[in-house]
């Protein structure tokens, strides 16, 4: 259980994690801190695994109830962007998901001490790729494996890990991004989530011994199916190197849209993407750039647009533009920036930074104003992301030089402004400031406002009424006079 009350003297986002005991409402108070969240608890009750930490800073505590003894994992000096635990089948393991002290996410295994003096001992890792993160981890409730999905460029494989060492053995991913895994109760396959292009979420069963895999739950394509996105690498200004996809359409009309994720420690990838599909089958060509912060690239990539280094992420929004404007079939003048979230952000600041390369852009759910954001959200957002952004008193200035709100008259083509009335990660206030701005000044902006949803969109009609909305403003803003 985690309690969203921040006591007073601490920062915003601090929280009491407790452990309740739901037959007769007691509870443990197991420690606070910077979102701290309950990661796993044995199945003894005696032992739980405590989350702290504002992004990019994960650490991860075992806490004995029995003796009373707090002892760190992982989280250094540094912290770690990934870091989740849980305890096996078998007594005296617990597993760790993790990229602390690496560059990549990896499954490391901590012994449990039998002793007061020997409680746990160093992290060993267990399953490690060079270049390449653990995404997903089910253990096997009948024996000592590991179902592990890992992220390759983008696309996900899957393996069965023997966790007493040996060789993994791989399963044919039966999508091209794996979101959830678990070993079935027959011991001899897997449920597995994911999604590919033009195919929404659905669920498989996938045998262990390489048989194809068997659809449970959805798994309908939709017709026409999209055409695969082509990986794309290029490179940013100072010369980092950067990648996404390119969706090219079958019959183009001229129109480029670069469509920029959230997070920002997210990462575009090749899966269903119904707003995307939507764009190219209207002819729209659209790359989904991974600007420096993303993930997927490891730690030392995700860090490099934290704090004062945000304004290069937004000039690798002009590199990506460079790159889509040079893609045959694309009219440099009808190229329209798009994004939600932070990507939302981003495009607010591009719009303001290069308006001169864009036809339109469409900010679903972005921050215009990030001392405005840091004041209205709620605190186990807002407090966190301190760390990726800025604190919101001591680096005022530099949350006012980047909040796009400030410079809101460099604007000069039309917005479509997207925004649930009641989200709570990025007010709607945000939505509201810089249509007023735009507005007041004559400029053309459109906002719409979708009422009984939040941060995201849950409602599928909604959904798909919201993207025909941006596909229509997309066509009608780069229609040849």
Known sequence: MLSDATPRGSEPGDGTACLVDVRDGSSTVLGSGQAAVVQAVSADGRRVVLRTGRRGERALELVDLHRGTRDRVIGGPGGALTAAARFGSAPGTLWVH???????????????????????????????????????????????????????????????????????????????????????????????????????????????????????????????RPPRPEAVGFPAEDGLRLAGWLHRPSAPT???????????????????????????????????????????????????????????????????TRLLAGVPDVDPRRIV???????????????????????????????????????????????????????????????????PLRTADRIAVPLLVVHGEHDTNVPLSQALAIHAALAGRGAPVELLRIPDEGHEVHDRHTRAAANARIVDFVTATTARG
């Open 254 to 320: 001229g129109v480029g849209f670069v469509w920029l994720h959230g997070g920002p420690e997210s990462e575009e990838r090749p899966g269903w993407a119904p707003l995307l599909h939507a764009l190219v089958a209207a002819g729209v060509t659209v790359l989904t750039p991974n600007v420096r912060g993303s993930s997927g690239r490891g730690r030392a990539f995700a860090r490099l647009d934290d704090g004062p280094l945000r304004p290069e992420s937004i000039a690798d929004v002009r590199a990506a």
């Open 98 to 224: 993790t990229d602390a002290d690496r560059e990549h996410a990896a499954l490391l295994a901590v012994a449990l001490g039998p002793t007061a003096e020997h409680r746990l001992s160093p992290a060993r890792p267990v399953a490690v790729r060079p270049g390449a993160d653990l995404e997903v981890v089910a253990l096997d409730p009948g024996g000592p494996r590991a179902a592990l999905v890992w992220n390759v460029g983008g696309r996900s494989q899957v393996e069965i890990a023997d966790l007493r060492g040996g060789r993994p053995e791989r399963l044919p991913a039966p999508c091209d991004v794996v979101t959830g895994v678990t070993f079935a109760r027959d011991g001899v396959s897997l449920l597995v989530a994911g999604h590919s292009p033009g195919m929404p979420p659905y669920v498989v069963r996938l045998p262990l011994d390489a048989r194809p895999a068997t659809p449970l739950l959805g798994g309908t394509p939709v017709t026409p």
């Open 337 to 403: 920036v798009g994004g939600r979230s932070y990507g939302g952000f981003l495009t607010l600041a591009a719009l303001t930074r290069f308006p001169e390369l864009f036809a339109a852009g469409v900010d679903v759910c972005g921050m215009s104003d990030m001392a405005a954001f840091f004041a209205d959200s709620e605190p186990w957002i807002s407090g966190p992301a301190t760390t990726e952004y800025g604190h919101p008193d001591r680096d005022r200035a530099l949350l006012e030089d980047l909040s």
